[in-house]
Protein backbone atom coordinates (compact mmCIF):
# COMPACT_ATOMS: atom_id res chain seq x y z
CA UNK A 1 0.00 0.00 0.00
CA UNK A 2 1.57 3.61 -1.10
CA UNK A 3 1.94 5.88 1.62
CA UNK A 4 -0.19 8.40 2.44
CA UNK A 5 1.55 12.00 1.27
CA UNK A 6 1.35 15.16 3.14
CA UNK A 7 0.85 17.98 0.70
CA UNK A 8 3.12 20.69 2.06
CA UNK A 9 6.33 22.13 1.47
CA UNK A 10 8.19 19.91 4.13
CA UNK A 11 7.07 16.78 2.35
CA UNK A 12 7.67 18.07 -1.22
CA UNK A 13 11.37 18.19 0.13
CA UNK A 14 11.45 14.91 1.18
CA UNK A 15 9.46 13.76 -1.87
CA UNK A 16 12.57 15.65 -3.92
CA UNK A 17 15.54 14.08 -1.86
CA UNK A 18 14.13 10.60 -2.19
CA UNK A 19 14.15 10.80 -5.80
CA UNK A 20 17.51 12.31 -6.11
CA UNK A 21 18.51 9.42 -4.21
CA UNK A 22 17.10 6.71 -6.34
CA UNK A 23 18.26 8.24 -9.43
CA UNK A 24 21.41 8.17 -8.11
CA UNK A 25 21.36 4.96 -6.65
CA UNK A 26 19.52 3.43 -10.23
CA UNK A 27 23.38 3.87 -11.91
CA UNK A 28 25.48 2.04 -9.57
CA UNK A 29 23.07 -0.84 -9.46
CA UNK A 30 23.08 -1.31 -13.15
CA UNK A 31 26.86 -1.02 -13.62
CA UNK A 32 26.95 -3.78 -10.75
CA UNK A 33 24.28 -6.00 -12.51
CA UNK A 34 26.70 -5.93 -15.76
CA UNK A 35 29.25 -7.12 -13.60
CA UNK A 36 27.75 -9.66 -11.90
CA UNK A 37 26.37 -10.64 -15.94
CA UNK A 38 29.69 -10.50 -16.96
CA UNK A 39 31.42 -12.86 -13.91
CA UNK A 40 28.74 -15.07 -14.71
CA UNK A 41 30.00 -15.33 -18.37
CA UNK A 42 33.52 -15.95 -17.43
CA UNK A 43 32.19 -18.74 -14.59
CA UNK A 44 30.13 -20.37 -16.70
CA UNK A 45 32.85 -20.69 -20.18
CA UNK A 46 35.10 -22.22 -17.37
CA UNK A 47 33.13 -24.84 -16.30
CA UNK A 48 32.31 -26.09 -19.80
CA UNK A 49 36.32 -26.03 -20.35
CA UNK A 50 36.53 -27.82 -17.03
CA UNK A 51 34.18 -30.49 -18.06
CA UNK A 52 35.44 -30.99 -21.38
CA UNK A 53 39.23 -31.29 -19.36
CA UNK A 54 37.47 -33.58 -17.12
CA UNK A 55 35.60 -35.88 -20.06
CA UNK A 56 39.06 -36.24 -21.61
CA UNK A 57 41.09 -37.72 -18.26
CA UNK A 58 37.93 -39.47 -17.66
CA UNK A 59 38.54 -41.50 -20.84
CA UNK A 60 42.10 -41.57 -20.41
CA UNK A 61 41.38 -43.23 -16.92
CA UNK A 62 38.73 -45.22 -18.01
CA UNK A 63 41.37 -47.32 -20.23
CA UNK A 64 43.78 -48.05 -17.20
CA UNK A 65 40.43 -49.62 -15.34
CA UNK A 66 42.22 -53.34 -15.26
CA UNK A 67 45.67 -50.97 -13.71
CA UNK A 68 43.21 -49.69 -11.00
CA UNK A 69 41.84 -52.64 -10.10
CA UNK A 70 45.31 -54.47 -9.43
CA UNK A 71 46.22 -51.34 -7.24
CA UNK A 72 43.21 -49.93 -5.67
CA UNK A 73 44.18 -50.85 -2.01
CA UNK A 74 47.18 -48.89 -1.93
CA UNK A 75 46.03 -46.19 -4.22
CA UNK A 76 43.48 -44.92 -1.39
CA UNK A 77 45.96 -43.77 1.00
CA UNK A 78 47.43 -41.53 -1.94
CA UNK A 79 44.21 -40.05 -3.24
CA UNK A 80 42.49 -39.01 -0.01
CA UNK A 81 41.80 -35.38 0.41
CA UNK A 82 43.51 -33.47 3.21
CA UNK A 83 42.27 -29.80 2.16
CA UNK A 84 40.78 -28.06 -0.40
CA UNK A 85 42.98 -24.68 -0.82
CA UNK A 86 40.35 -21.87 -1.86
CA UNK A 87 39.57 -17.95 -0.83
CA UNK A 88 37.14 -15.45 -1.68
CA UNK A 89 36.78 -13.06 -3.83
CA UNK A 90 35.06 -9.72 -3.84
CA UNK A 91 32.92 -8.88 -6.96
CA UNK A 92 30.67 -5.74 -6.05
CA UNK A 93 30.07 -6.78 -2.93
CA UNK A 94 29.57 -10.19 -3.16
CA UNK A 95 31.53 -13.04 -1.75
CA UNK A 96 32.39 -15.35 -4.40
CA UNK A 97 34.64 -18.44 -3.98
CA UNK A 98 37.91 -19.15 -5.78
CA UNK A 99 39.41 -22.51 -6.27
CA UNK A 100 43.24 -22.49 -5.84
CA UNK A 101 44.15 -26.54 -5.10
CA UNK A 102 43.90 -29.57 -3.67
CA UNK A 103 46.18 -30.96 -0.90
CA UNK A 104 45.77 -34.49 -0.68
CA UNK A 105 47.55 -37.07 2.10
CA UNK A 106 51.21 -38.14 1.06
CA UNK A 107 52.29 -41.18 2.66
CA UNK A 108 55.36 -42.89 2.27
CA UNK A 109 55.82 -45.80 0.05
CA UNK A 110 58.33 -47.33 -1.92
CA UNK A 111 58.95 -47.19 -5.26
CA UNK A 112 60.33 -51.27 -5.43
CA UNK A 113 56.97 -51.92 -3.29
CA UNK A 114 54.52 -50.58 -5.91
CA UNK A 115 53.88 -51.21 -9.77
CA UNK A 116 55.55 -49.47 -12.30
CA UNK A 117 52.36 -47.69 -13.61
CA UNK A 118 51.89 -46.78 -9.60
CA UNK A 119 52.87 -43.41 -10.04
CA UNK A 120 51.09 -42.51 -13.55
CA UNK A 121 47.54 -43.89 -12.19
CA UNK A 122 48.07 -41.75 -8.80
CA UNK A 123 49.11 -38.62 -10.78
CA UNK A 124 46.03 -39.04 -13.45
CA UNK A 125 44.04 -39.72 -10.39
CA UNK A 126 44.96 -37.37 -8.27
CA UNK A 127 44.38 -34.47 -11.49
CA UNK A 128 40.66 -35.71 -11.53
CA UNK A 129 39.79 -35.06 -8.25
CA UNK A 130 41.20 -31.75 -8.62
CA UNK A 131 39.33 -31.23 -11.51
CA UNK A 132 36.00 -32.56 -9.64
CA UNK A 133 36.86 -30.02 -6.38
CA UNK A 134 37.24 -27.10 -8.92
CA UNK A 135 34.21 -27.70 -11.33
CA UNK A 136 32.32 -27.65 -7.98
CA UNK A 137 33.52 -24.91 -6.67
CA UNK A 138 32.83 -23.14 -9.78
CA UNK A 139 29.24 -24.42 -9.77
CA UNK A 140 29.42 -22.45 -6.48
CA UNK A 141 30.30 -18.89 -7.85
CA UNK A 142 27.88 -19.90 -10.98
CA UNK A 143 25.15 -19.84 -8.06
CA UNK A 144 26.31 -17.33 -6.24
CA UNK A 145 26.90 -14.62 -9.26
CA UNK A 146 23.36 -15.80 -10.14
CA UNK A 147 21.63 -15.17 -7.26
CA UNK A 148 23.56 -12.07 -7.35
CA UNK A 149 22.25 -10.68 -10.27
CA UNK A 150 18.70 -11.66 -9.62
CA UNK A 151 18.50 -9.91 -6.55
CA UNK A 152 19.98 -6.86 -8.41
CA UNK A 153 17.67 -6.71 -11.33
CA UNK A 154 14.54 -7.12 -8.76
CA UNK A 155 16.46 -3.76 -7.24
CA UNK A 156 16.33 -2.03 -10.47
CA UNK A 157 12.95 -3.16 -11.44
CA UNK A 158 11.42 -1.87 -8.17
CA UNK A 159 13.73 1.14 -8.75
CA UNK A 160 12.25 2.09 -12.41
CA UNK A 161 9.15 0.41 -12.15
CA UNK A 162 7.57 1.99 -8.70
CA UNK A 163 10.11 3.92 -6.47
CA UNK A 164 10.78 6.60 -8.98
CA UNK A 165 7.38 6.70 -11.28
CA UNK A 166 5.68 6.81 -7.18
CA UNK A 167 8.28 9.79 -6.37
CA UNK A 168 7.79 12.01 -9.36
CA UNK A 169 4.07 11.76 -9.07
CA UNK A 170 4.32 12.58 -5.40
CA UNK A 171 6.39 15.96 -6.77
CA UNK A 172 3.78 16.58 -8.84
CA UNK A 173 0.59 16.30 -6.90
CA UNK A 174 2.37 18.07 -3.87
CA UNK A 175 3.40 20.99 -6.69
CA UNK A 176 -0.15 21.39 -7.99
CA UNK A 177 -1.54 21.27 -5.01
CA UNK A 178 0.60 24.17 -3.74
CA UNK A 179 0.41 26.18 -6.79
CA UNK A 180 -3.55 26.11 -6.51
CA UNK A 181 -2.82 27.36 -2.78
CA UNK A 182 -1.18 29.93 -3.58
CA UNK A 183 -3.35 30.86 -6.69
CA UNK A 184 -6.17 30.87 -4.27
CA UNK A 185 -4.39 33.05 -1.65
CA UNK A 186 -3.84 35.74 -4.25
CA UNK A 187 -7.11 35.58 -5.28
CA UNK A 188 -8.38 35.72 -1.39
CA UNK A 189 -5.99 38.56 -0.88
CA UNK A 190 -7.05 40.43 -3.70
CA UNK A 191 -10.97 40.41 -3.21
CA UNK A 192 -9.56 41.36 0.56
CA UNK A 193 -7.92 44.61 -1.32
CA UNK A 194 -10.94 45.31 -3.07
CA UNK A 195 -13.00 45.05 -0.41
CA UNK A 196 -11.19 47.40 1.70
CA UNK A 197 -10.70 49.74 -0.82
CA UNK A 198 -14.53 49.96 -1.44
CA UNK A 199 -15.19 50.54 2.46
Known amino acids: MAERIKLNKVSLREQKQKLVMYQRFLPALEAR ?11 R ?4 E ?16 QLYNDMKDELNF ?20 QFHEVIF ?11 YSFDEVMVKTREAISLREEINMLKEQEKVLHEGFLKTSQRINLYEQ ?13 TVYLQDQQAAAVG ?6 RLSGAA
Do not use: C
Not at 162 to 174: D, F, S, Y
Open 162 to 174: RLIPEGREAVRKI
Open 33 to 43: KEQFLMQLAVA
Open 78 to 97: FISIKEVVSSIHNVAGLKVP
Open 50 to 65: KQALMEELLNEIKSWS
Open 188 to 193: VAKVAK
Open 45 to 48: KNIK
Open 105 to 115: DDPPYGLFATP
